[in-house]
């Protein structure tokens, strides 16, 4: 096994899941209970977490989740995840969801959300987990966005003041700049 910091790709935290909607899992019009969905996204996201850190990893916060499209009874769910970025112990894991409607042969996006893990050790402490390695400009791009979604978590959650987030900060500036730049 590798050492706690060694960087892992992307890929080696890849988790995909399938399983068909059927009526006990369906509210009164026939979609699929949020709730019975977010069980699963859970369940994948873990998956993708422990294997990126090689240890028992818990759910610390769920965020951004979007439910575009719903998923009917007797679709197949598809449920994708990976670890974008690795932090001292914790981990944004993204997770994108779609339904395949296997009589019509049609696929389709409905939903996309980041969890943050947390690696625990024997006695339920947190441990420092491997850094992410992107191999792909994607995973770059991830990345990076990652370290910002990081950044207003903690100044929502007012465990960062927005003057020690220097790209949030910065990217707002520039927000800002543009706005003023354009014409009325």
């Known amino acids: 096994m590798s050492s ?29 209970m949020g709730g019975r969905l977010l069980h699963l996204m859970d369940k994948c996201a873990a998956i993708s977490a422990q294997r990126h850190a090689n240890r028992v990893c818990v759910t610390a916060a769920v965020d951004s989740v ?5 998923i009917q009874e007797g679709e197949v769910v598809v449920i994708e995840s990976h670890v974008n970025r690795a932090f001292r ?10 339904a395949e409607n296997p009589l019509e042969e049609t696929h389709r996006t409905c939903n996309r959300a980041f969890y943050t893990y947390v690696a625990l050790d024997e006695d339920g402490g947190t441990v420092p987990v491997p850094d992410v390695s992107p191999s792909t400009e994607q995973e770059q791009d991830r990345y990076e966005a990652a370290a ?14 927005l003057e020690d987030a220097a ?12 706005s003023t730049d354009a014409p009325a």
């Open 89 to 98: 112990t914790s981990m944004e894991v993204e997770l994108n969801v779609w």
């Open 4 to 32: 706690p910091r060694s960087p892992k790709p992307v890929s080696a935290s890849k988790c995909k899941m399938t399983e068909i909607v059927l009526p006990n899992d369906t509210n009164g019009l026939g979609n699929m």
């Open 148 to 161: 910002k979604r990081r950044d207003i978590r903690l100044v929502l959650a007012g465990r960062k003041d």
């Open 167 to 178: 790209s949030l900060k910065e990217d707002m500036l520039t927000a800002l700049q543009h």
């Open 66 to 70: 979007e439910f575009q499209s719903a």
